[in-house]
């Protein structure tokens, strides 16, 4: 350990030497009765406590902690963490000269208590000014493998993931929205553990590795975020993929109360997947069984219950500017397939805000303000130097799309009506000179809008969702879907 460190603990500033270090975490052992251990970069507190029986703690139990004082150890961390239920294993991350790397990973024995360590001790104070993050941790287990050839069944891709990779578990193939006999042209490759995927992953990445004579695109898959037990046995609105883009609501409705009239009080569909609600859970839960892997309009769907939106997430948007409460294209539940993928000059599925996707993972751009000092330097940059993670909103999105396929800006045109109740309603239409002497000239929602920023975003989002299908221009770095468990 370093000779010297700063105890800042309860606001101090006394210099605390490497001794008296070593002493205060050897005390932390004798009082816990847990092990510590060094390797790798790391240093482990536990895993597993004394006395423990069985298999480690299942999947959700761990949370990841950043912005930890770099001179702050386990013999500080240790007893604020174990406020929130029993730790099975605290991982500090370490560099070579003694101090933290400013994060660790806390697993505890049940997802319960992971849960309730994100509620008390994200954004807490550990010292003064200083507060520390707090979020779910899980070792992601898929790769996104794009550039696939969309003929190949799903039983072809697993057979040949599994000659060259090790740890194959399954292959998640997503049908065409067009076509239900091809690929998507991606898939998602889950492997039996983390190291699996990451050696996996090594060996694939460089760009130069071939399936069927295409050179693939190999990522991390993004995680669905976790939703609690307890939540989701409120949820009474079912997600339903694999449709056929021409099924309409009214068909989808119909099917659905098949199985009890009246059960079902609306569907939302956008492109090929639908939200069906219903009156009662009772009764969303008895038809995703009876509908799962039912055919309408010739396609086999799936039915899995909605997961519903963090409604905090969700208002902190709306204070933050990016939602307006009262927008009729509002969607209050994530959309599995379509939300915030990672894009590289393409552009995104459903935007966050009308989405109602809010997904923050480690490649996503905090949103929070900085003080902003006198005499900080500022170098004057283009927006279309940055990365697509930058923008949020459709309209933004849109325009760097655009520019990345060095077409002219898109042009917007409003235009009004007057609803039955005498409001003003707003609807955009959208020109790309680029493509407007192609199959389709323009773009416009077929919904109306009651404020002008919502009209505009609603047409950005309704064009981007559009050119894939038109104009077939996405790449497959756009299709990195948030994976379904």
Not at 36 to 42: A, F, L, P, S, W
Not at 46 to 57: D, K, M, V
Not at 255 to 280: I, M, Q, S, T, W
Not at 410 to 430: A, C, F, M, N, R
Request: one cysteine or more; charged letters at 25%; hydrophobic letters at 35%.
């Amino acid at each position: 350990m370093n000779e010297e460190n700063i105890d800042g603990t309860n606001g101090c500033s006394k210099v605390r030497t490497g001794t008296q270090n070593e002493a205060a975490l050897l005390a932390l052992m004798e009082k816990t009765g847990y092990n510590m251990v060094q390797e790798n970069g790391q240093r482990k507190f536990g895993g597993p406590p004394p006395g423990w029986e069985g298999p480690p703690p299942p999947r959700g139990c761990e949370v990841f902690v950043g912005k930890i004082p770099r001179d702050m150890y386990e013999d500080e961390l240790v007893p604020v963490f174990e406020r929130a239920g029993k730790i099975y294993e605290f991982r500090l991350m370490m560099e070579f000269s003694g101090e933290n790397r400013g994060y660790a990973f806390v697993m505890y024995t049940t997802k319960e208590e992971a849960q309730l360590a994100i509620r008390i001790l994200n954004n807490y104070e550990i010292r003064p000014g200083k507060f520390i993050g707090v979020c779910v941790s899980l070792d992601n287990c898929r790769l996104f493998i794009g550039a696939i050839p969309k003929e190949k069944k799903k039983e072809e891709i697993l057979d040949e993931m599994k000659k060259v990779t090790e740890g194959v578990v399954d292959v998640i193939v997503y049908p065409s929205a067009t076509d239900k006999t091809k690929n998507r042209g991606f898939a998602f490759v889950e492997y039996e553990s983390h190291r699996a995927a990451a050696m996996a992953r090594r060996k694939l990445i460089p760009g130069t590795f071939q399936l069927w004579g295409h050179t693939i695109q190999v990522d991390w898959a993004d995680p669905e975020k976790e939703v609690d037990e307890e939540t989701m046995q409120r949820v009474k609105v079912l997600y339903v993929r694999n449709l056929m883009i021409s099924t309409a609501e009214e068909t989808i409705k119909a099917e659905f109360n098949k199985f009890k009239p009246g059960a079902v009080e609306r569907v939302k569909k956008l492109r090929d997947y639908a939200f069906v609600h219903f009156f009662n859970r009772e009764d969303a839960v008895a038809a995703m069984s009876v509908m799962n892997g039912k055919c309408i309009d010739g396609a086999s769907i799936e039915v899995t219950l909605a997961k519903p939106v963090n409604k905090e997430n969700t208002w902190r948007q709306h204070l933050n500017g990016q939602i307006s409460p009262n927008s009729e294209n509002l969607i209050v539940f994530a959309n599995k397939e379509e939300s915030h993928p990672k894009t590289l000059g393409k552009p995104p599925a459903l935007p966050a805000r009308l989405n109602g996707q809010h997904s923050p993972g480690p490649s996503e751009i905090d949103r929070c303000t900085y003080p902003f000092f006198p005499g900080t330097k500022l170098t004057p940059i283009s927006m279309y130097s940055l990365k697509s993670n930058h923008f949020n909103s459709a309209v933004m999105h849109l325009d760097y799309y655009c520019n990345k396929n060095n077409w002219a800006p898109p042009e917007y045109y409003l235009y009004s009506t007057t609803s039955q109740d005498g409001k003003v309603l707003l609807v955009y239409k959208i020109v790309i000179p680029a493509i407007a002497n192609g199959s389709q000239s323009y773009f416009m929602p077929d919904k109306l809008c009651t404020t002008l920023e919502d009209a505009k975003e609603l047409a950005a989002q309704f064009t981007l969702l559009h050119l894939d299908r038109e104009h077939n221009l996405f790449s497959l770095d756009l299709c990195r879907r948030i994976w379904r468990k």
